[in-house]
């Protein structure tokens, strides 16, 4: 049986609560009397484009960890599949990208999203398609399961009903989104990354601590535990996958996806940009010993003929989810549990925040506004506010079918995101680099990646429901998602130069700003470049000794 929360644990998650509260209500009433006109579309959606380098460091840390951080991961840790981690690493890297190429031509080009920059690079149609299948995934996937696993840790850790619980952090978190825009949802994120780190350092020190040290870990757990490297043929993540797949998925998370790039756009200036993007990819290093560790922590303390841990059964097999709430409630004294917890909710919702606010933006900018081009900043805002309630209305209606459809498929919808995300990585890639790519090249490569994606999602569906398919078929739905994700790439990038040369190239003077030129992007200040080394060492250390 878990442990209750005590008065004092109630006590730190309802300060944490009230210190969310205060600061988005002090920023947003700061706002106003600074400003003597109401919010222009600028302020709400980008901060004003006014925002420093630590901020927006933390804001594009504590936007990105979800419910497959906080359960995934320090499941993954306690399977044995530590290698799940290397997406976390991979992502220190890919953040430096991101401010070192893409973020320049971003911030010259002005634009408030991620659709209108492929308008300005190739064509309205590239924008409206990027617009719905961003908003589409933003409500099945983003929204309603980061909604469903706040209700989940409401009623693992603090025994509330699960609507009860899915109500109150989706009401909450849309509250202070729809007051404050992305300004106050970015300090509120830096808040939040406090209380995570503070909650998940606790329960990896005290698990560890109650282990009896690293030693102690090591000597009862088998070497795949603490090894971030699997042999080419392991089904879940290959090296070859992690070295050539998983970049490409990277690339399009960090560097083209509204959900992340809205967080750089939002800064004052360049230079603020991309010490936010490094201070972020130092941040990125900590999921492997904060999430990760916590689940092989668990794991050894659940062996032995005396366990100080006991995972949750269902069916006969531990439940290694469970991990990070099992350590938080059968180990940690009282006072830590109310920091993980308050950590926990702090990830979710920060997460929650962060899609509210770029959904919007997007259903705003990109849809709204589109149609209705003479809307006043006023209108604009409103439409905003208007937008992120409809989200939270959304996310709540899309819950109770998480429990009509399988968990299999629910699954699977969301790896749809996996095999549409190739195609768009390789028009944002090649789009800002070579000057002959085209509208056409561009419908092409996504229309063709996101139909290869859909067979490969529909084959692996009938698979698992028993049908019986021909050899290469049957081949074609085993290739390791990493894999395909590499090979759907390259043969996207193939149809979007094959594509690209059946129709007149684009006229260089209209596209000239949104492209990388030699000379015209800024070089990384020396700190930036010594920082940056520093980054990529730490990331070489890591892999050397848990290789």
């Known amino acids: ?82 290698a799940a981690g290397q997406f976390e690493i991979l992502a220190s890297l890919i953040i430096i ?29 590239a924008r409206k398609y990027l617009s719905w299948v961003s908003i589409v995934a933003y409500i099945i996937t983003k929204i309603s399961v980061t909604i469903a696993a706040g209700g989940i840790i ?17 009401l909450l978190t849309g509250l202070y989104t729809v007051i404050g825009g ?22 990896t020190l005290y698990g560890l601590d109650e282990l009896g040290g690293w030693e102690v870990m090591v000597a009862k757990t088998e070497p795949q535990y603490l090894s971030l490297w699997r042999s080419v043929s392991n089904p879940n993540f290959p090296w070859t ?32 940009a991309r010490k936010g993007t490094i201070f972020a990819g130092y941040l990125k290093l900590l999921p492997l010993f904060i999430f990760v560790l916590p689940g092989v922590v668990a794991f050894a303390l659940s062996t032995g003929d005396n366990p100080s841990l006991v995972f949750p059964m269902e069916n006969g097999q531990p439940q290694y989810d469970a991990a990070l709430p099992a350590l938080t409630m059968q180990i940690l004294p009282h006072g830590l549990k109310g920091l993980v917890v308050a950590g926990l909710l702090a990830a979710l919702m920060s997460s929650l925040s962060s899609v509210f606010n770029s959904c919007s933006t997007l259903i705003t900018i990109d849809i709204y506004k589109e ?34 459809i399988e968990g299999g498929l629910f ?57 019986s398919l021909p050899a290469p078929i049957l081949y074609f739905t085993e290739i390791n998602f990493l894999h395909f994700a590499f090979i759907l790439f390259i043969v996207c990038s193939i149809i979007l130069y094959a594509a690209s ?12 700003n949104i492209m990388y030129q030699k000379g015209k992007v800024e070089p990384l200040l020396p700190l930036h470049r010594v920082l940056v080394a520093g980054l990529i060492l730490c990331v070489m250390s890591i892999w050397w000794y848990f290789s």
Not at 432 to 443: D, I, P, V
Not at 504 to 510: A, E, H, Q, S
Request: net charge positive; glycine share 10%.
């Open 411 to 467: 699954q699977k919808l969301q790896s749809i995101q996996a095999y549409i995300s190739p195609p768009i990585a390789a028009v944002f890639i090649f789009g800002m680099f070579n000057k002959k790519l085209n509208a056409k090249g561009a419908k092409w490569a996504m229309l063709s990646g996101a139909a290869i994606g859909a067979a490969r999602l529909s084959l692996e569906i009938i698979k698992e429901k028993g049908f």
């Open 97 to 125: 990208l991101l401010g070192w190429f893409f973020v320049p031509i971003y911030l010259r080009s002005g634009v408030f999203t991620m659709p209108e920059f492929l308008e300005r690079r190739y064509s309205k149609w």
């Open 182 to 203: 992305l300004k106050v949802v970015i300090y509120t994120d830096f808040v939040q990354l406090v209380v995570l780190l503070g909650g998940a350092i606790a329960a």
């Open 1 to 82: 049986m878990f442990t209750q929360m005590s008065t004092g644990d109630l006590l730190i998650i309802g300060g944490y609560f009230f210190i969310i509260f205060a600061v988005a209500v002090y920023l947003f009433w700061q706002e106003k009397r600074q400003k003597a006109h109401e919010y222009e579309s600028s302020d709400y959606f980008l901060g004003g484009r006014s925002l420093g380098w630590m901020v927006i460091g933390a804001s594009l840390f504590a936007s990105n960890i979800g419910s497959e951080h906080l359960v995934g991961l320090a499941g993954s840790g306690a399977s044995g599949d530590f």
């Open 501 to 512: 040369g059946t129709a007149p190239v684009p006229d260089f003077d209209k596209i000239k």
């Open 154 to 170: 409401f009623t693992a850790l603090l025994g509330i009903d699960f609507w009860t619980g899915a109500i109150i952090i989706v």
């Open 241 to 272: 996958g992690i070295l050539l797949g998983a970049p490409i998925l990277g690339v399009w998370y960090w560097c083209t996806d509204q959900f992340i790039v809205q967080r750089v756009l939002a800064a004052k200036n360049l230079d603020n």
């Open 371 to 404: 149609r209705k081009p003479d809307a006043s900043e006023k209108e604009l805002v409103n439409v905003g506010r208007i937008a992120t309630v409809v989200l939270v209305a959304l996310g709540l209606a899309w819950i109770p079918l998480l429990r009509v």
